[in-house]
């Protein structure tokens, strides 16, 4: 197998100074050391550009370079046949670089005095590595691919200003390149209701956002209920249950009820607890069609994927809202197509364009802005005024608003609804149509 950039990390600790070969048009070779060669991807290298003049004329002659890494553990040489193609001037890999240049050159009492021009970076042709012809002294610690990847996500989520929405997505494809398990689920709990609610999810024949599933049910529940891993390695004695659901999944019209992401053919299920503060916030879970297909160490992956998404939901309920005053409302397009809305106040079930679309608090809230609308014409609206609403009439503890609309507006994303719920800033967000809103009285239909 050809070596790969990505698994000689030893070769790039900067132990013995790495060493760029270059050569003139006209054939001339020079040799420079160099202060820092970094790993940008498995085909790109960065090097510190503090060359000297020969090195950056020939380089602007003749791109091509060989870069020679030592193995500063065991001893062992890579040789990197490469060709010049850019120089950044800023960005994270230019400050992740200057920050360790920085460092080291204080270290050495040279702080300001060998400063970062630029990070060039090569694109490697070919990689030669030549073993230490003797034993290593030292045995290198072995590197963790998925505390890499871990570590990684972590990153992610802390470059985030407090959106959930696309930290629920990253995570979500994090969980499915990480853990390589075809399917994975991110739900959301209600304490007071005692259910999780599915957020979202990738792999699945539908979505599931918007179902529910009982603490106490299944896999999922289990977790939610124990605040325990739950992980099972062989499903073969549940198909028929899942045969089941996924049979139902059509009937949400008639059943208004979402069908919870399933796989007929999942082997493997883990599900790991999000909590945060002490507060169960929700739920990871993930699928997979082989059996024993989750290892501890992908429970403890997914535990630390777990709780640094459960204090970025957590942080941003807890964060304060934006003051801006909401956009004054708008005449509405009489010409615009007819959107229908039935709503019906037994369930608060919410139908919209002949599509059921959600009940329960979360249908009360589309249908009082959706009122609220048809009346003023207005669009904009902020969680404090639904709070204060008496009409809607919210749990008085704990009423998971953010988390009841975050639902709300990923639910009508994934029905690709022509009523969409937009975030305009922190606790204010937006209605958005494609269509003129028109309200059927419930009395044409009861629903039943």
């Known amino acids: 197998m050809a070596p790969r950039l990505r698994d000689m990390e030893r070769f790039f600790e900067g132990i013995v100074p790495s060493i760029i070969a270059t050569s003139s048009a006209r054939g001339i070779p020079n040799v420079s050391y160099l202060s820092h060669v970094v790993l940008v991807d498995d085909e790109h290298v960065g090097l510190s550009n503090q060359f000297f003049n020969t090195t950056l004329t020939n380089l602007s002659e003749n791109p091509q370079a060989a870069i020679l890494l030592v193995d500063g553990a065991r001893g062992g040489q890579c040789r990197l046949r490469a060709v010049y193609e850019e120089t950044v001037f800023d960005g994270p890999l230019f400050s992740r670089v200057s920050t360790q240049l920085d460092a080291t050159s204080a270290q050495v009492g040279m702080a300001g005095i060998m400063r970062l021009r630029g990070v060039d970076i090569f694109r490697v042709l070919d990689i030669t590595v030549y073993p230490s012809p003797v034993a290593a002294p030292i045995e290198p610690v072995a590197s963790e691919p998925l505390l890499e990847a871990s570590a990684s996500l972590a990153m992610t989520l802390a470059g985030l200003p407090g959106q959930v929405d696309a930290a629920l997505d990253a995570t979500l494809e994090w969980m499915r390149d990480t853990l390589a398990c075809g399917q ?54 549940a198909r028929r249950y899942s045969a089941a659901v996924k049979a139902s999944a059509g009937n949400e019209n008639l059943t208004r009820t979402i069908a919870p992401p399933m796989d007929a053919e999942t082997m493997s299920q883990i599900a790991v607890p999000m909590v945060a503060g002490g507060r169960l916030v929700g739920v990871l879970g993930a699928e997979s069609r082989q059996r024993l297909a989750f290892s501890v160490v992908h429970e403890a992956a997914l ?109 009508l994303a994934d029905k690709a609804s022509p009523i969409q719920l937009v975030p305009t800033g922190r606790g204010q967000f937006s209605l958005e149509f494609d269509g003129r809103p028109a309200f059927i009285a419930e009395t044409e239909e009861d629903g039943r």
Do not use: C
């Open 184 to 237: 994975a689920a991110i739900f959301l709990a209600d304490e007071n209701t005692g259910h999780l609610a599915t957020a979202g999810s990738l792999g699945y024949e539908r979505s599931g956002v918007g179902s529910e599933i009982p603490f106490g049910d299944g896999v999922f529940g289990s977790a939610a209920r124990e605040r325990q891993i739950v992980k099972i390695s062989d499903l073969s004695r």
């Open 303 to 411: 535990t630390l994927a777990a709780q640094h998404l459960a204090a970025f939901i957590a942080l941003s309920e807890a964060s304060p809202e934006d003051q801006r005053p909401i956009p004054p409302a708008s005449p509405p397009d009489r010409s615009a197509r007819r959107i229908d809305i039935r709503y019906f106040a037994f369930d608060d079930s919410i139908f919209i364009a002949g599509d059921y679309i959600i009940k329960g608090i979360a249908g009360r809230l589309l249908n009082h802005m959706l009122k609220t609308h048809a009346e003023t014409g207005r669009t904009g609206f902020t969680n404090r005024e639904l709070r204060l609403s008496t009409s809607l009439k919210l749990p008085e503890f704990k009423d998971n608003l953010e988390t009841r609309l975050l639902l709300l507006r990923r639910r």
